[in-house]
Every structure is written in structure tokens, then in C-alpha cells.
């Protein structure tokens, strides 16, 4: 079953402290983007990889995906100062239609057997994103004071990748732009838009690349997974 991914890649990664695009890093001899653009690279059922990136960073990309042969990269449009908006210059520089996924390009570290249940899923259903459940007590605050313990078994912290059919994707994309909506990830925007997104679950080592303890938790993970290949 075939699907495009997509990825903004075009943030600045302030938190990270790196005074430059953190998806630069690197780990293991490699930049964190060259580890997540191998992982569908690697993956049969992946057909294509747009990249929303800044214009001051395209000849660095490019040099990565040339020096990885990385041969899936398709396009590398502009990137937006928001996520969704950069999501928006993928889908415009996608004619594949079918399912496309979203991801974050600091995530190098999702599984292949989660995006394959993803893509499942959102051909069956229109959307679905990876997650997994929460493991602490969450409560609601307000000024500081404790209103109410959540109900943690109906808790899940949400990643990427989120997977739809494209025209759920755009249809929702469009419908934020006009509204003026501006989501926090494209599960909201589907959901903003009335469409029914399921939840597929990933793995807690699924993270983000955001500060630089995750860069030694990420050195950490790619040994264990060598180790695991041995």
C-alpha cells in the first residue's frame, strides 16, 4: 500500500540551543534529518518524500540527500513560518493524491511497522495518528489550583506520523486557511473539519528531537537498535 510523506523542516529548533536548524545535529556521524529521511527511504511502501524547508537551508538539504542517496526526495518546497502552513506548500507540490503522511523531520526514530498501520488506517478511515498513552496523573489547572484529576486511561500523548487520504488532508488544510484557524497538528484541522481520525500506537521512543537531553536519550537508542541488528 503506497503513501507520500511529508515533512516541515523549515522551524528553527529554539529550544535545542544549537543556533541553527537542530535538524542539522548530529547523531552517531549523521544529521538527525538523514536519519528520518532513511527510515522511508528504507520502507517499500513509501513513494515519495517532500520536504517544506527555508531557502537559506535547500543547498544544505540537498548536499544531505545527495551524500545519503536519498532518491524518494520528490520536491522541497518552501516551508511557512507555522507547521501548517508548510504543510500546506507540501500538499500544493503533491500530485500523488492517495495517502499522504505527516512527520515531523526531528522524529528519526518511528517504527515501520506503525507506519504501515497508520497508512492502513487511513485508507479505511480518513485519518489516523500515532500516539501513545499516557503515564502520569494529569490534572487540570487554572491560576495555579488543581480543578480536577484526568481520566488517564482516556489520555494519549499524540506524535507523528499523522497519516490521511489527501483529499481529507486538503480538504481540511482549506477549510483552516479560510477560517483562519491555526492547529496545533493536522489530527485538529481533521478534526476542526468533522473528519473521524482514529489512533494507532506507536512506541514511547518514538520521541521528538527537542532538547539536548533527547540528543543523548537519541545516542542511547541508536546503539541499542545496532545491538538489536548484531
Not at 95 to 119: C, M, S, T, W, Y
Request: net charge negative; glycine share 8%; aromatic share 6%.
Amino acid at each position: 500500500m503506497d503513501y507520500t510523506v511529508m515533512m516541515p523542516a523549515a522551524g528553527s529548533g529554539t529550544r535545542m540551543g544549537a543556533g541553527h536548524n537542530k535538524l542539522f545535529l548530529e547523531l552517531e556521524g549523521k544529521s538527525i534529518l538523514a536519519h528520518t529521511l532513511a527510515v522511508f527511504q528504507q520502507d517499500p511502501w513509501c513513494t515519495g518524500i517532500i520536504l517544506a524547508v527555508k531557502d537559506s537551508e535547500r543547498t544544505k538539504i540537498k548536499t544531505i540527500i545527495q551524500q545519503e542517496q536519498l532518491t524518494k526526495v520528490c520536491a522541497l518546497p518552501e516551508g511557512g513560518t507555522e507547521r501548517q502552513h508548510s504543510v500546506k506548500a507540501c500538499l500544493q507540490a503533491s500530485e500523488a493524491g492517495g495517502i499522504v503522511l505527516v512527520h515531523d523531520a526531528a522524529r528519526p526514530f518511528i517504527k515501520q511497522n506503525v507506519i504501515h498501520e497508520l497508512v492502513i488506517n487511513a485508507s479505511r478511515h480518513g485519518g489516523a495518528v500515532a500516539g501513545v498513552k499516557a503515564k502520569d496523573t494529569m490534572k487540570y489547572v487554572t491560576d495555579g489550583v488543581i480543578e480536577e484529576t484526568a481520566d488517564r486511561e482516556r489520555l494519549w500523548v499524540i506524535q507523528t506520523p499523522q497519516a490521511f487520504r489527501y483529499e481529507v488532508l486538503k480538504e481540511a488544510s482549506q477549510l483552516a486557511e479560510q477560517e483562519n484557524f491555526l492547529g496545533t497538528d493536522e489530527a485538529m484541522l481533521a478534526e476542526h473539519a468533522g473528519f473521524e481520525v482514529r489512533i494507532v500506537e506507536s512506541t514511547y521512543d518514538n520521541i521528538k528531537m527537542t532538547t539536548p537531553e533527547d540528543l543523548a536519550y537519541g545516542e542511547y537508542l541508536l546503539k541499542k537498535r545496532l545491538e538489536e541488528t548484531v
